[in-house]
């Protein structure tokens, strides 16, 4: 509805006239409309261009496990399918992040169970490395494997079908069991020596959860022998990923799909991809921790109450999580302190790195310069990690002595001048394979 206006009153004007009787049908014309609009007939118009509403006071797009998944084709660039409403917005995102396969949640194996590595965005090299990965192509006709693929068993029924709105133009590959696990598989070939690989598809199973796998020519230890359990669910696909890292002679894989092992289990899937998975990861960074005037003496990291070691600021505090096996993390910082003004005064106490809780040996070193209105601390350490486990985020974090005789970054102006405190920590930290 439009915006609210307030009708003319029987004694003319549209307010009330201080003196004159208050009409039922005047009263009523003013409340009425109010109740009207509120009750379900408020839209653009009566909100402010610049009403600025908070995004948390707009309600999501998820309150179920099937809402939550649910995605809308946006068409082709010549033949758009628009969306009307913020809801058919968000659904055509999450048409365009899930249904090419990316930024799949991956699989891995961490040497006792399977677990999750998280998503591995933007870390692909190189073409799709599967043949007929769209599974379009069955020369064969309904019931054998689609082109480069093997048949699982001997599948009950296999037949390209019509896909739903949400997989876009393609065709779905359709199979169902016999009574046993039954599918299909492809062997890849050219794979790289020691290399994380990236195997998925979309799929989803119909009535007992299906499988999807990979064997051969696995290394040792995490991201080995591997498979995740293919949801079942009425209509919503899902993009299914496993991280594997190859054996030292790059032997040949096979990526196998197949459904449960009850007559007419099935399973519908489709897009299949093979990616080899980058393997630099770093990160670099300046934390400033204090850039201040002080006119009294100061603590740069404030003790604790008790004698003791404190955590210092959490600006201070960097992670960073490997994705396979055989990897090193390296991490090297430089705490700089400088004070100008008057004739400062330092004091330096104890400071140590930790990685996941545990103090570091370093190595570690320390410069001090202090001159007329100046005063400089410098503090270098530096922490390699050689193969920490995959998955699981390398937490550095740093801490101050709080002891009786400890003057932690302690800088004390003279008794006349204000001074100009700086602290700021330049790190590096990175993943590196380990050769």
Known sequence: MATITRPGKIDGGTSYVTGKTIYAADLNGDIDPVYSEINGNLDEANIAAAANIDPSKIGDHSSSDTEAITVTNPGTS?????????????????????????????????GTANASVGPLDGVRIGLNQIQNGSVQIQTGGAGTAPDGWT?????????????????????????????????MSQVIRGIKADTVYLFGCRARS???AGSLAVT????SGAFQNTSTSIAVHASSYTTYAIAVKSDSSGS????????????????????????????????????????????????IVTPGTASGWTAAPSAL????????????????????????????????????????GVAVSGPYSFRAVQTSGQAVFMFDVEDIADNPDPGTAVDYTYEVYDGANAMTYRFSPDSTTTLTVQSVCDWIVRLEDIT
Request: glycine content about 12%; overall charge negative.
């Open 252 to 299: 040949d894989m096979t990526l196998s799909v197949s459904t449960g092992a009850s007559l007419g289990d099935g399973v519908l899937a489709h897009d299949f991809f093979v990616y080899e998975v980058g393997k630099d990861q770093r990160s670099v960074g300046t934390s400033t921790l204090i850039k201040d005037s002080l006119a009294t003496q100061s603590d």
């Open 317 to 356: 505090n960097v992670s960073i999580t490997p994705y396979k096996n055989n990897q090193r993390v390296v991490y090297r910082a430089t705490l700089t302190v400088s004070v100008f003004g008057g004739s400062p005064t330092i004091g330096i106490g104890a400071f140590r790195l930790k990685r996941d």
């Open 151 to 183: 048949l699982i068993n001997s599948p009950l029924t296999m037949a390209l079908a019509a896909s739903p709105a949400s997989e876009g133009d393609a065709q779905v590959l359709s199979f169902t069991s016999s009574g046993t696990a039954d599918g």
């Open 78 to 110: 010549d033949s758009p399918i628009k969306a009307t409403t913020l809801e058919g917005e968000l659904e055509r995102l999450r048409h365009l992040a899930l249904y090419p396969g990316l930024g799949a949640s991956a699989i891995y194996h961490n």
């Open 206 to 208: 119909t009535t007992n």
């Open 216 to 219: 051969g020519g696995l290394g």
